[in-house]
T-cell receptor
């Protein structure tokens, strides 16, 4: 157990739908990062939050959004889902720049 | 464009020998490099990192070398063990400004043969 908790582990949904993925960071970690791993692709950085505020955006589609709540957990919202959004979505957390990133075990999203 | 490249999708090494995994990058702003190991159905696990102010970092059987002029880093595993069989990701970040999301390569699948 890495200390980063992601729910649900698996999600199957239809095209056009909207889903929410949840991440609880390690205790004390202020930064949360979301990554997407598609088939044959490395992990693509989507977005970073630090203590409730958006810090950086990567390759995140406009149909996707995220937020970090006062208790530091984060949610990634994916809307108008397409078949190509099927992927593993990982969350990672980090205390500050002197510490490494810790990843959760991911949410496998399948869009049918 | 891929800013972090791992050109070998897979690598097979005999148990007890040295495994060398390579990684190239193009963004000269990257100043922190990491290697992650990933087993199926699990998240990536941090292995070792190196700051751009160093050219070598060692942790037990794992050593990472950084050649900034060539924009190249490598991970050496000596001796290789069966439990090292996994996908290894090279990652880099530009930590300036506090926005430090990692840029990953596509990974190298290391297979340790008995």
């Amino acid at each position: 157990d890495s200390g980063v908790t992601q729910t649900p582990k698996h999600l199957i949904t239809a095209t056009g739908q909207r889903v929410t993925l949840r991440c609880s960071p390690r205790s004390g970690d202020l930064s949360v990062y979301w990554y997407q791993q598609s088939l044959d692709q490395g992990l693509q950085f989507l977005i970073q939050y630090y203590n409730g505020e958006e810090r950086a955006k990567g390759n995140i589609l406009e149909r996707f959004s995220a937020q970090q709540f006062p208790d530091l957990h984060s949610e990634l919202n994916l809307s108008s889902l397409e078949l190509g959004d099927s992927a593993l979505y990982f969350c990672a957390s980090r205390r500050d720049t002197h510490y490494g990133y810790t990843f959760g075990s991911g949410t496998r999203l399948t869009v049918v | 464009d891929q800013q972090v490249k791992q050109n070998s999708p897979s690598l097979s090494v005999q148990e007890g020998r040295i495994s060398i995994l390579n990684c190239d990058y193009t963004n000269s702003m990257f100043d922190y490099f990491l290697w992650y190991k990933k087993y199926p159905a699990e998240g990536p696990t941090f292995l070792i990192s190196i700051s751009s102010i160093k050219d070598k970092n060692e942790d037990g059987r794992f050593t990472v070398f950084l050649n900034k002029s060539a924009k190249h880093l490598s991970l050496h595993i000596v001796p290789s063990q069966p439990g090292d069989s996994a996908v290894y990701f090279c990652a880099a970040s530009d930590s300036g400004g506090g926005a430090d999301g990692l840029t990953f390569g596509k990974g190298t699948h290391l297979i340790i043969q008995p």
